[in-house]
Nanobody, 124 residues
Framework: QVQLVESGGGLVQAGGSLNLSCAAS????????MGWFRQAPGKEREFVAT????????DYADSVKGRFTISGDSAKNTVYLQMNSLKPEDTAVYYC?????????????????WGQGTQVTVSS
């Protein structure tokens, strides 16, 4: 089992920034990638960003590319999401997830464990 705990959400004005953190504990030795997803009210959970521990490759959804940056420290089992130039449409619950396989890192089905989520609200 892997436990994930997110922090750093909150209320921010459009154009502002937030930095989310996710700390993993438990059987983290099998983690191959970490990801961030988000879910807005009435919408499906969507991919935001992912980082692969081996090599550090990062990938982003088109909607956040150039504004969000995912980073992490595999030794500390921690992943971050720096969010800049936030827009009202970024408002959602943000979830951290871990994957033991690299086959489907752009899809929620590819992740084995999830955090409880942290609310991000961007006011216009």
């Amino acid at each position: 089992q892997v436990q994930l705990v997110e922090s750093g959400g909150g209320l921010v004005q459009a154009g502002g920034s937030l930095n989310l953190s996710c700390a993993a504990s438990g059987r983290t030795f099998s983690t191959a990638a970490m990801g961030w997803f988000r879910q807005a009210p009435g919408k499906e959970r969507e991919f935001v960003a992912t980082i692969r521990w081996s090599g550090g490759r990062t990938d982003y959804a088109d909607s956040v590319k150039g504004r969000f940056t995912i980073s992490g420290d595999s030794a500390k089992n921690t992943v971050y999401l720096q969010m800049n130039s936030l827009k009202p449409e970024d408002t959602a619950v943000y979830y951290c997830a871990s994957a033991s396989s690299l086959l489907k890192v752009y899809n929620s089905y590819g992740y084995d464990y999830w955090g409880q989520g942290t609310q991000v609200t961007v006011s216009s």
